[in-house]
Structure formats: structure tokens, C-alpha cells
């Protein structure tokens, strides 16, 4: 009898488990996307003259590299020289300074010098391009030219290129060439958004600044960083600063399971952190060799650090982020959404197995470089790997090394950091700063979900936490993963429908934005 009055129990638990998994479930508050513009179509075409105007900036190959006093900075004086040509009206309206000689500051004045000005953020920068030689170049300034007779095709070291990495090629409704997505397009939308407007005789209600950084590739502290301590040894305190960092991520290209475009804000950016661990053993000929050598210690290490992650959590934005992800995935994923306080291990778990979505919800070890003996019959007393985290907001660089220093115990070895940077604060999402994106990129994308999320990669926003609370990263451009796949990679380009878009984007939040209202 009391067998069956406990297994009357536990049976009435069980169920009164699973009604309050299914209730809490159905009742949780998924977003839901709802179209904001009511069917109507928007003007986002982009003239020939802002075409032309951008692929000329793309064919000025503005490298930065690591070793910042070795750069070619010949680029870097004829694209400044190129922006105040292209856009005499800009330079006309605004004051214009530089910082560092190669930061450019413009200042658009406002109605109201009692609102709190905001920021615009670019940079002019870009990556190398493997191979490329600009005296082989063969880029034509001819811009348009028919499919049969491409622009500047090219063969041998570039052939996974489809035109010069610095022709500007403009073909089948694509613009290509190194910076087109990372990030000339920012730059120059924001300039064309800027010249229409003053041309129709706008004038925002506050002040409105504009911030180029020609190094952020490299870091930013010769560009962002100086710019933002111009800004701080002025006293500027921005409402709100915009920046690179987020896209709208085609249908199935950030998650599998995600079936709509996805809008998605940094509300802050991940740290990052490179170590050099050397592991010290017996060196000698390799016909008498110990029972493990260093490169086996090292071996033992790397499997550690990649086999002992650093422990999953979820942060705020990451908690926007999934609800507002939630609505479209199945009802077990929604179920462990809703239900963290019981299902978090399944969440965590799932979440894991996609690269994109594990990146949000840890900071990430990434090994990537080992060495050891420089000869095949040589036992090295010293092997080496580098390892690479990209820290969450929220965890720190000595959490970090503790976290190694903890796993490398046993070991003699010696642990040495190679570049490091904290994350970024995070960006509140209740304020007009960020309302203002949601409600225009919602007018431009209106099927998209919109959220915020992580930056997991560096950006100069970082620079400008001491001028702002409210910092944003976006760029309203639709890509799928093989053009987001392009970005510091062969064959990166911009589609015109996309930088269309970004010019109206800019154009439409310069005139709606509202400030005061944070």
C-alpha cells in the first residue's frame, strides 16, 4: 500500500513538472516580428554617382599593417585627398580636423547645442591581400563594363579573385574589392546619407560627429584611441556612438535552425587574449627518448585547454538574444529557453554545437599555433603552443590565466601573454540609442528578427567607452555565410542593393533620431 501511495506521488510530481515545463513554455515572452512599414515599398535605390563615388575609395589600397611606422601611408594621403574631392558639399558644412594626421574627425553642427551630440564610426583601413602586388596591378578606371569584358581579370597568385582586389569592379549588381564590406561601405554610406540631406537643406537637431580610424585592423590605437581621448580632452559625452559589428544574417547562416534574416546589434564586444605556453622536458637525439618529451607535454596541454572550455553562462544581451530567437525554434529548444532553472545543462549543451552560438554564451579558446623540434631526429627540450581566447563580458584576462595556470599545474612550463584587451562594457537596450536601430532597421527589414547580441570580434567602439554608456555596433547590410565568408578572404564584395540600403539606413537615422529621450 505505501509502495503504491509513493509511486502516486512521484508520479503526480512528475506530471505537475511537466505541466509547469509546458506552461512557463507557452507563456514565456518569444518576440515575434511584426512588419512595421505596412507593405509599403522603400526608395533604397543607389545612384551611379554614389557607386562611383565609393568604388573610387575601394581602389585606394589603404593597408594598415601590424608595424604601424612601416606602413605605406602614400594610400592613406590620397584617399584623404580623394574624400574631400568626392565630397565637396561635406566639406563645405562640417569642420573637418585631423588626429594623428590620418584620423579624420568631421563635425555637422546641430539646432540644439544643448542635446548631447552623437557618433558616427568607420574606418579606412584594411587588411593585405595574400599575394598582391600593386605594381602588377592592372585595375582600369573605367568603371561599368559589359559581362564579357569584365574588369581587370586576373590570373596566376590572385585567381581566387574574380577582379583586382583594388579594381572596384562594379559587375552584375556587385562592387568588389578589399573593403567593400570591411568597411569602406560604413564610411561612404554615411558620407552619402550626410551630402543628401544637407543637399535637401537638413539640419539635425543635435550635433552630429563622424570618427575614421585608419588603423583599427591593427588595434586603433593610433586612430580610435587618439581620436577618443580628442573627444574626452574636450569634454564631448555622446548620446549615443555607432559603429561596425553586427549584420543582418541571412536565413540559416548565423544558426542552422533559424529561418529568418536576422537583425543583430553588438550591445558590447568580446576581449581578447593571446598566450605563449613553452613546456620544458628532455632534449636529446631521438633514438633514446624519455618517456614523454616536451612536445608530448605540450600535446597534453593543448588537449586540456580544449577539452576543459571555460564554463558556459548566459549574460543579458545573450538572454534578449535567445528569447527573441526563440519563437522560431522547436518546441524543445523553446522549452530549455523558458525553463532555464531546470533545463539549463540541455540549452548549454545545445547551444555548444553550433560554433556561432557557443561563441555567445563563453569566452572561447582557440588554439592556434604549436611548435616544436625544427628537426625530425631532434627532441626539443622546449615546445611552444599559442592560444588564442576571446574573453565574455562579464570574465577578465586574470580569470583567463587563472583558468590555464589551473590546467598547466603538474607541468613545468612558462605561460606568457602576447596581446590582451578586457571586453567592453555592455550597451543598454531600453534607452532611444538603441530603439532608434531597432525601429529603422525594422522599416528596411521588416521579416527580420532583431536583437542584440556580442560582438565577438574587436571593433573601434571599444576606443569610446570613456565618451559614451550607449555604444552600438551595426552595419544594415543582408549577407549570406559565403559573402560573410569574404570578409578578409578572396573575392570580398558588396552587393549595390546592400549599400543602397546602408545609405538610406544612415540617411533615415540621422533624421529620426530623437534625443533626450535616454
Known sequence: MKIKVIISIIFALILALVIILFVKTLVHPFYKTESTNNGSTLNTSASEKAIKRFAGGIRIPTISTDNYEETNFKPFDEFKAYLSEAYPIIYKNMDTLTVNKYGLVFHWKGKNKSLKSILFLAHYDVVPVIGYDPQTDTATDTLFQPNDNPIARIDSIQSKWDYSPFSGAVVDGRIYGRGTIDMKCMLFSLFEAAETLI????QPEQDIWFAFGQDEEVGGQQGAALIASYFKDKGLIFDAVYDEGGIIAAPGS????????????????????????????????????????????????????????????????????????????????????????????????????????????????????????????????????????????????????????????????????????????????????????????????????????ITVGGTDAYQYQAVSDNIYRFLPIDLNLYEQRTMHNENEHITIDNYGKMIWYFQELMKTYQNGQN
Not at 329 to 353: E, V
Open 199 to 202: 543637399s535637401e537643406g537638413f
Open 254 to 453: 548565423a544558426l542552422e535552425s533559424i529561418k529568418k534574416p536576422m537583425a543583430l546589434i553588438g550591445t558590447g564586444e568580446k576581449g581578447f587574449l593571446t598566450l605563449r605556453i613553452k613546456a620544458f622536458g628532455l632534449g636529446g637525439h631521438s633514438s633514446m627518448p624519455p618517456a614523454k618529451s616536451s612536445l608530448v607535454y605540450i600535446a597534453e596541454i593543448i588537449e586540456k585547454l580544449n577539452k576543459n572550455q571555460m564554463k558556459a553562462q548566459i549574460i543579458p544581451p545573450i538572454t534578449s538574444f535567445l528569447n527573441n530567437i526563440g519563437g522560431e525554434m522547436d518546441f524543445i529548444s523553446r522549452m530549455a529557453i523558458a525553463n532555464q532553472w531546470l533545463l539549463k545543462p540541455l540549452l548549454f549543451s545545445s547551444l555548444s554545437k553550433s560554433p556561432t552560438a557557443n561563441a555567445l554564451i563563453r569566452t572561447t579558446t582557440a588554439i592556434t599555433m604549436a611548435r616544436g623540434s625544427d628537426a625530425p631526429n631532434v627532441l626539443t627540450s622546449v615546445s611552444e603552443v599559442t592560444v588564442n581566447f576571446r574573453i565574455l563580458p562579464g570574465e577578465t584576462i586574470n580569470d583567463v590565466i587563472n583558468h590555464v595556470k589551473e590546467l598547466c599545474k603538474g607541468y613545468d612550463v612558462e605561460i606568457k601573454t602576447m596581446i590582451a584587451r578586457e571586453s567592453s562594457s555592455v550597451s543598454p537596450e531600453n534607452i532611444n540609442a538603441f530603439k532608434v536601430v531597432k525601429k529603422t532597421i525594422e522599416q528596411l527589414y521588416p521579416n527580420a528578427i532583431v536583437s542584440s547580441y
